[in-house]
């Protein structure tokens, strides 16, 4: 085909179909599915250069694939970066983002409120080598001017956080943490690309678990490092090429179906997202609710300038504690009872008990994760229904 639009000036939902697609020379209309160990070469020379770096050519799947490259392209274009790089699972595009950088001696500063695996890599594994760090509550300013005080090489956050949907200034946290000469990365899975832009925040590295809504429908892992070309490149493709951190393509190949349906699935659980929020806030036994896109959301404002809708996660706790938080999620027949997110199903968790149970309990109740507490991750089922099955989780309140 000829005469192709220039896919910037096309609109999200069009360039998640047609952005960086490569075609073989078969034409087909599905991306071409790359399953393959190894490549070969004309000859020996062409094999040499490919190591050198003198020869464009695919070394090895774990190095990179065509695959991968395709899907690589089309997450470049919708976060508006230079460059991507996938890993296996989203706790490796966060892992690989921070031991990329980071040697003995450095430090890093994080939010407080991190999903319970991101937690413990700032709180036990990177100390291990030799790595100092510090926590700061997310919404604290005055923390984060001390804590970014000092020289730091990585700053860590997630905005809505895990699983309270904390929403915290990123434009401001970089602004202090390029002073103190931090790369700072940021886990927009909450968000989504689609509704939340860290790189035009100011932030260096985004990082996602493509699991999470680019999937979206519960069968393959996946993650993402998104950033400048000079940093993929130098800092973190070394790292994820010798440590072996490589999506398999079959798993670049299913995400590459589903993000053509991302712009529709998001939306759709949205709206879903934001007529639960309002039922439970005015159901009985449900003491507090939190979902950015409503007035009564602490950090309401801050959402608003950096977020374009509310996405589709719902906090909300419980009275009556672990039991109580219990019963309401056994009595539900449509929602299921999962530790993932960001799926076309919807799905509840207790995060007290499963996805932040390692954290102490003081901890938790620094971050408001309650024993009521339950994450919600909306999907695409009507609303009505939705609601109708939360009716049966407030009914088992009252009964109790």
Same mark, same amino acid.
């Given at each position: 085909?000829?005469?192709?639009?220039?896919?910037?000036?096309?609109?999200?939902?069009?360039?998640?179909?047609?952005?960086?697609?490569?075609?073989?020379?078969?034409?087909? @209309?599905? /991306?071409?599915?790359? $399953?393959?160990?190894?490549?070969?070469?004309?000859?020996?020379?062409?094999?040499?250069?490919?190591?050198?770096?003198?020869?464009?050519?695919?070394?090895?799947?774990?190095?990179?694939?065509?695959?991968?490259?395709?899907?690589?392209?089309?997450?470049?274009?919708? /976060?508006?970066?230079?460059?991507?790089?996938?890993?296996?699972?989203?706790?490796?595009?966060?892992?690989? +983002?921070?031991?990329?950088? &980071? !040697?003995?001696?450095?430090?890093?500063?994080?939010?407080?409120?991190?999903?319970?695996?991101?937690?413990?890599?700032?709180?036990?594994?990177?100390?291990?080598?030799?790595?100092?760090?510090?926590?700061?509550?997310?919404?604290?300013?005055?923390?984060?001017?001390?804590? $970014?005080?000092?020289?730091?090489?990585?700053? #860590?956050?997630?905005?809505?956080?895990?699983?309270?949907?904390?929403?915290?200034?990123?434009?401001?946290?970089?602004?202090?943490?390029?002073?103190?000469?931090?790369?700072?990365?940021?886990?927009? &899975?909450?968000?989504?690309?689609?509704?939340?832009?860290?790189?035009?925040?100011?932030?260096?590295?985004?990082?996602?678990?493509?699991?999470?809504?680019?999937?979206?429908?519960?069968?393959?892992?996946?993650?993402? &490092?998104?950033?400048?070309?000079?940093?993929?490149?130098?800092?973190?493709?070394?790292?994820? !090429?010798?440590?072996?951190?490589?999506?398999?393509?079959?798993?670049?190949?299913?995400?590459?179906?589903?993000?053509?349906?991302?712009?529709?699935?998001?939306?759709?659980?949205?709206?879903?997202?934001?007529?639960?929020?309002?039922?439970?806030?005015?159901?009985?036994?449900? !003491?507090?609710?939190?979902?950015?896109?409503?007035?009564?959301?602490?950090?309401?404002?801050?959402?608003?300038?950096?977020?374009?809708?509310?996405?589709?996660?719902?906090?909300?706790?419980?009275?009556?504690?672990?039991?109580?938080?219990?019963?309401?999620?056994?009595? #539900?027949?449509?929602?299921?009872?999962?530790?993932?997110?960001?799926?076309?199903?919807?799905?509840?968790?207790?995060? +007290?008990?499963? @996805?932040?149970?390692?954290? +102490?309990?003081?901890?938790?109740?620094? $971050?408001?994760?309650?024993?009521? +507490?339950?994450?919600?991750?909306?999907?695409?089922?009507?609303?009505?229904?939705?609601?109708?099955?939360?009716?049966?989780?407030?009914?088992?309140?009252?009964?109790?």
């Amino acid at each position: 085909m000829t005469d192709q639009p220039d896919p910037k000036s096309l609109r999200p939902a069009t360039r998640l179909i047609n952005a960086g697609l490569e075609r073989t020379p078969y034409g087909e @209309t599905s /991306e071409a599915l790359f $399953l393959t160990s190894g490549f070969v070469y004309d000859n020996a020379e062409q094999a040499e250069g490919t190591f050198t770096g003198d020869v464009s050519h695919y070394q090895y799947s774990r190095f990179g694939n065509p695959t991968v490259s395709n899907l690589e392209r089309r997450l470049c274009d919708l /976060e508006g970066a230079e460059a991507c790089a996938l890993t296996a699972t989203g706790m490796g595009a966060v892992s690989s +983002a921070l031991l990329a950088q &980071v !040697r003995a001696g450095d430090r890093v500063v994080a939010s407080r409120a991190l999903f319970g695996s991101c937690h413990w890599i700032v709180a036990e594994l990177l100390p291990r080598y030799g790595v100092e760090t510090v926590f700061v509550d997310g919404g604290d300013l005055a923390a984060w001017k001390e804590a $970014l005080s000092r020289p730091t090489r990585a700053v #860590l956050l997630e905005s809505p956080s895990n699983p309270m949907l904390d929403v915290l200034d990123i434009r401001m946290i970089c602004d202090l943490a390029h002073k103190a000469g931090a790369t700072v990365v940021v886990d927009n &899975v909450f968000a989504t690309p689609l509704y939340q832009k860290p790189l035009e925040l100011g932030a260096d590295v985004v990082v996602y678990s493509c699991t999470k809504h680019i999937d979206g429908q519960g069968r393959v892992l996946g993650g993402a &490092v998104l950033s400048s070309s000079k940093w993929v490149d130098e800092v973190l493709r070394p790292f994820i !090429r010798n440590t072996g951190n490589s999506i398999s393509p079959f798993n670049a190949w299913v995400m590459l179906k589903s993000i053509e349906t991302l712009a529709l699935r998001v939306d759709a659980m949205t709206r879903n997202a934001a007529k639960v929020a309002d039922f439970l806030a005015e159901a009985p036994g449900i !003491r507090r609710v939190f979902y950015p896109g409503r007035k009564d959301h602490p950090q309401y404002e801050l959402a608003r300038k950096q977020m374009s809708a509310g996405s589709t996660l719902v906090a909300f706790e419980v009275e009556g504690g672990k039991d109580a938080a219990f019963a309401f999620m056994n009595a #539900l027949r449509v929602i299921s009872i999962s530790n993932n997110l960001g799926d076309a199903r919807s799905l509840v968790t207790h995060p +007290a008990t499963t @996805t932040h149970m390692k954290l +102490a309990p003081e901890e938790r109740a620094r $971050l408001g994760i309650t024993d009521g +507490a339950i994450r919600f991750s909306v999907g695409l089922e009507d609303a009505d229904d939705l609601i109708d099955d939360l009716k049966r989780g407030v009914a088992a309140l009252a009964n109790r």
